[in-house]
T-cell receptor, first 114, second 111 residues
Framework: AQSVTQLGSHVSVSEGALVLLRCNYSSSVPPYLFWYVQYPNQGLQLLLKYTSAATLVKGINGFEAEFKKSETSFHLTKPSAHMSDAAEYFC????????????FGTGTRLAVRP | DVKVTQSSRYLVKRTGEKVFLECVQDMDHENMFWYRQDPGLGLRLIYF???????EKGDIPEGYSVSREKKERFSLILESASTNQTSMYLCAVWGVNEKLFFGSGTQLSVL
């Protein structure tokens, strides 16, 4: 069965600092991987997705993630944090060829200090 | 983009009540999903549907059922609400560009 593990339920960074949110996956077949973001009192929206094309994926708002098969990882990074990045971030995996039945991680809440 | 509308933002019900959570999409997409979101547990899939009158169990279907009579509407039903079903419920639709579009959620409290 597919699963994802997000290391760190809470991460705090200073404004302008590097953001690194960790995600490791487990899948019996080549996975599709996603990062979603949830801003306060809003639904989830897609940040970026990996679907077996380029291993470095660029998303919205300056975020990117790198698929590393040898490490079964799909960590999310942003070079310089902004106050507006404060939100909860979810990693998700799918084994379906269409990629739509997602299994989500437990989430990481990002706080950005001024 | 797909607009996903959940009928209630907040809902308070009593133990044993039958509860209906409604989700409507504004496009003609087949695949719809119901998740519940709990602190520290992330999102867990309850039920999903790939077509009208079709439903499949997700990872935590116990205590829930669903209805899909029309393509645009997918309802989640709590047959007899219990306090452990207090949660945020999120409806999602698989749209174009291979991504899930989420509604803004229904925060259900069962007293």
């Amino acid at each position: 069965a597919q699963s994802v593990t997000q290391l760190g339920s809470h991460v705090s960074v200073s404004e302008g600092a590097l953001v690194l949110l960790r995600c490791n996956y487990s899948s019996s077949v080549p996975p599709y991987l996603f990062w979603y973001v949830q801003y306060p009192n809003q639904g989830l929206q897609l940040l970026l997705k990996y679907t077996s094309a380029a291993t470095l994926v660029k998303g919205i708002n300056g975020f990117e993630a790198e698929f590393k098969k040898s490490e079964t990882s799909f960590h999310l990074t942003k070079p310089s944090a902004h106050m507006s990045d404060a939100a909860e971030y979810f990693c998700a995996v799918s084994e379906r060829s269409s990629g739509d039945k997602l299994t989500f991680g437990t989430g990481t809440r990002l706080a950005v200090r001024p | 983009d797909v607009k996903v509308t959940q009928s209630s933002r907040y809902l308070v019900k009593r133990t044993g009540e039958k509860v209906f959570l409604e989700c409507v999409q504004d496009m003609d997409h087949e695949n719809m999903f119901w998740y519940r979101q709990d602190p520290g547990l992330g999102l867990r899939l309850i039920y999903f549907s790939y077509d009208v009158k079709m439903k499949e169990k997700g990872d935590i279907p116990e205590g829930y059922s669903v209805s899909r009579e029309k393509k645009e509407r997918f309802s989640l039903i709590l047959e007899s609400a219990s306090t452990n079903q207090t949660s945020m419920y999120l409806c999602a639709v698989w749209g174009v560009n291979e991504k899930l579009f989420f509604g803004s959620g229904t925060q259900l409290s069962v007293l």
